[in-house]
């Protein structure tokens, strides 16, 4: 069954990929701009290269956040080293790289900064991208920081995280949210569910509260529909601009 123990270690505002609106998402240097920014948890996003070593990128392919092109999946880690992750969003972060998930986890740990892991498996790697980030996070993840919490859209490799690493904190990421999220929490054994400000509806909104599930609702950039998603019961949101609810 799905926990019903509320974390008090949520903070209401998570910085998105980093601050995604100040800094090159999924980078160090995004880190510290979400910190700089007030922030004290950030999301980003875990994914794996060729060789099987855990990054921080959001989409399949490197095009549109690095120099680089083509897949993920198809390049080794001494490639993905050598681009650049930062000139695409301003000279000011030219020859940012883009970290490994060790890196990141000792900026996290030099920062402060408590984390949601998104697992972003590439297409078709769902399971393995599952199993090697939730025994990545359970091997690194310091003591002194708040325990992660772990998401991903992708059910298969939640199950995959569930079995590495049962111990670590679960969330379900959703799009559509389906009339039956209630059992697949149970089945994840998840203590929150993560749905888009686009979708949820303030009758779902009362499903989940009516449950005992928080709930925590991405992207949310408009202080006017942070008010409203707390007034409904949220627990956090994840935002591009920290800033604007300091």
Not at 7 to 32: K, L, M, Q, S, Y
């Amino acid at each position: 069954m799905t926990s019903t123990a509320r974390r008090t270690d949520i903070p209401r505002i998570i910085g998105h990929r980093g601050a995604v609106g100040h800094a090159p998402e999924n980078t160090v240097a995004g880190f510290r701009k979400a910190k700089e920014l007030g922030c004290s948890w950030v999301e980003f996003d875990c994914m794996l290269t060729r060789d099987e070593v855990v990054i921080l990128h959001h989409d399949d392919d490197l095009d549109r956040t690095t120099n680089g092109t083509g897949l993920v999946s198809e390049t080794n880690l001494a490639a993905v080293r050598r681009l650049d992750a930062g000139s695409w969003f301003s000279s000011d972060f030219a020859k940012v790289p883009v970290p490994t998930f060790d890196e990141a986890v000792s900026a996290l740990a030099q920062l402060g900064l408590g984390g949601n892991v998104e697992i972003k498996p590439a297409t078709g790697y769902d399971r393995i991208t599952g199993r090697i980030v939730a025994e990545r996070t359970a091997e690194l993840w310091p003591a002194t920081l708040p325990p992660p919490v772990m998401s991903s859209f992708s059910l298969a490799a939640l199950e995959e995280a569930q079995k590495a690493a049962p111990q670590l904190d679960r969330a379900i990421l959703w799009w559509e949210i389906p009339d039956d999220w209630q059992a697949h929490q149970d089945r994840l054994e998840a203590s929150a569910v993560h749905v888009s400000v686009k979708k949820l509806t303030e009758a779902r909104a009362a499903e989940f509260r009516n449950a005992g599930i928080p709930f925590r609702v991405y992207t949310v950039n408009d202080p006017s529909d942070a008010a409203r998603l707390f007034d409904w019961g949220c627990e956090a949101i994840f935002t591009d601009y920290p800033d604007r609810f300091a």
